[in-house]
């Protein structure tokens, strides 16, 4: 039995062997888990397994993660929302153990990927329209006569799909690589294809990858790199990136590689996902919540994806963000940014029961969550500290996160 004080903060023990999560289940006590998996224990090949990894995503929890608190929370047949969707791993995780999920996010970004990652597909279509659309793309762009007019500005030919009011576009990517991505789109637009979503997801992966930006910069590029460079990544001379087909390529094998892996281990259970601002969404009768908000003041959730916003045309809803690193950390912002998250909140506890458990993930190293809780009038169950001291990217600075386990009075 848990005392007040270990209700109120339990520390997980920084030896030992680390939780496996599917060994996790309602009887395992919250004070015998051990998140603080290392490289050695957890390796990134499974933080990012199948389709967690149809594309690079700043800011996601890992599965493992999830997966722990939905074994420990809830119960196949059940419904779990995630207020905050981003990369969908909550809708992700909750499919392969049969919980129905619900998902709303204000990024169409977002909504895009998550549909990409939960769609259940037809194997057999669904390979033949990603190498039928790449095929197409190689004859226009990949051939001697398509070379010729790749670079002429007078050609109008059938291979030619320059997008010149776009200065987004002509800044990031070099003339051969935006012919390759503006083609691959022209034949998602009369293709008269099933699976555009992922589709598009491709492109996007592709785009990121082919922006004019350092090998070792793809998440925080400040500015287009037109000229050679010192590579940290590679420990040599390089230069920027010219072409996008061989992404797309790249990208076309192993999503549906990932796609194929996910089938196996998804379930029937029922995922919705919904592009709506959490804030004001009716949100229908759920069993409890787990979900990572954004933190405040670290990351632009619109801008960290702003190629894909200018090349597939998406609606930009950057201004409806909720703790935007474009608004700060002032006290005033951060004061707002309780009373965003507590309004979230508080639509998720009216559509819960009595007693349901919600499961917040956060890095507050603001403590602003003990406001939130008392906002939304919540039992504190437990509040567990996780030491994150690996993560995907060149982003390898060690960190702190909390895991708040709060229950509907």
């Excluded at 059938?158 to 070099?174: S, V």
């Excluded at 083609?183 to 990858?209: C, N, P, Q, W």
């Excluded at 090349?311 to 965003?340: F, M, V």
Aim: hydrophobic share 35%.
């Amino acid at each position: 039995m848990l005392t007040h004080e270990e209700k109120r903060v339990v520390l997980y023990a920084k030896n030992g062997k680390p939780t496996v999560s599917s060994e996790v289940t309602h009887k395992t006590p919250l004070e015998s888990l051990n998140l603080n998996w290392r490289e050695s224990d957890l390796r990134e090949k499974e933080r990012t397994k199948h389709v967690h990894r149809l594309h690079p995503y700043l800011g996601k929890y890992i599965p493992q993660l999830v997966e722990i608190f939905l074994r420990k929370f809830f119960s196949p047949g059940q419904t779990v929302l995630d207020p905050f969707a981003g990369s969908c791993t909550t809708l992700v995780q909750a499919n392969e153990l049969g919980i129905n999920s619900i998902g709303y996010d204000i990024s169409a970004f977002n909504i895009l990927l998550g549909r990409a990652k939960t769609t259940k597909y037809n194997l057999d279509k669904v390979q033949n329209e990603v190498l039928d659309i790449l095929a197409k793309v190689q004859t226009a762009t990949q051939t001697n006569h398509a070379q010729k007019t790749l670079f002429d500005a007078e050609t109008t030919t059938e291979t030619t799909y320059f997008d010149e009011n776009n200065e987004y576009l002509k800044t990031w990517f070099a003339p051969q690589s935006l012919q390759e991505l503006l083609t691959y789109r022209h034949f998602i637009e009369i293709g008269h294809y099933k699976y555009t979503d992922l589709m598009k997801v491709i492109l996007s992966r592709s785009a990121r990858s082919a922006r004019l930006t350092t090998h070792f910069d793809l998440d925080f590029p400040k500015r287009p790199q037109t000229t050679s460079y010192w590579c940290y990544k590679h420990s040599r001379e390089c230069t920027p990136v010219t072409e996008a087909y061989k992404f797309l390529r790249r990208y076309s094998i192993d999503s549906l590689k990932r796609i194929k892996e996910f089938s196996l281990l998804r379930t029937d259970a029922q995922t919705e996902l919904y592009h709506a601002d959490s804030r004001k969404a009716d949100i229908p009768s759920i069993d409890g919540v787990i979900t990572s908000p954004p933190y405040v003041g670290l990351i632009d959730y619109h801008k960290q994806h702003a190629y894909s916003y200018h090349l597939l045309g998406l609606e930009d809803n950057r201004h409806d963000e909720i703790g935007p690193a474009a608004n700060g950390s002032s006290k005033k912002t951060k004061q707002e940014y309780q009373q965003d998250i507590a309004q979230v909140l508080s639509r998720a506890l009216a559509s819960m029961p009595p007693g349901g458990f919600m499961i917040v993930v956060a890095g507050d190293r603001s403590n602003l969550y003990d406001e939130i809780a008392r906002l939304i009038d919540v039992e504190v169950e437990a509040i567990v500290q996780r030491h994150v001291n690996r993560r995907t990217g060149r982003r390898a600075s060690e960190f702190h996160e909390s895991v708040f386990i709060w229950r509907k009075k």
